[in-house]
């Protein structure tokens, strides 16, 4: 299982940027899958999150702003960011658990890491 995230760049404050994570692999089903950020010398955040069904949850300081959303048919995750402040500048991570099939067809679950995409705000 492979989790590739992209979509960072340079945005000026008051923009927006789109993040993209495809997840690949021998893919039985994505559960629970969210985004994450870390700023330097800061601890990695939850940004928000999406279970299999829909169900979404947000940091309080990009709620408002942030969207996430998934396309359960291209197995992948998105997170849509509009009006961009400056302090959301950070490397940004998915995450999924995902249940996929072993190299010997069984099936198991694993919780699995991009890895990473910049986001950077000028002021």
């Known amino acids: 299982v492979q989790l590739q995230a992209s979509g960072g760049g340079l945005v000026q404050a008051g923009g927006s940027l789109r993040l993209t994570c495809a997840v690949s692999g021998r893919i039985f089903c994505i559960n629970d899958t969210g985004w994450y950020r870390q700023a330097p010398g800061k601890e990695r955040e939850l940004v928000a999150s999406i279970t299999s069904g829909g169900r979404t949850n947000y940091a309080d300081s990009v709620k408002g702003r942030f969207t996430i959303s998934r396309d359960n048919a291209k197995n992948t995750v998105y997170l849509q960011m509009n009006s961009l402040k400056p302090e959301d500048a950070a490397v940004y991570y998915c995450?999924?658990?995902?249940?996929?099939?072993?190299?010997?067809?069984?099936?198991?679950?694993?919780?699995?890491w991009g890895q990473g995409t910049l986001v950077t705000v000028s002021s």
């Open positions: 995450n999924a658990d995902v249940t996929y099939y072993t190299s010997t067809y069984r099936v198991t679950s694993r919780d699995s």
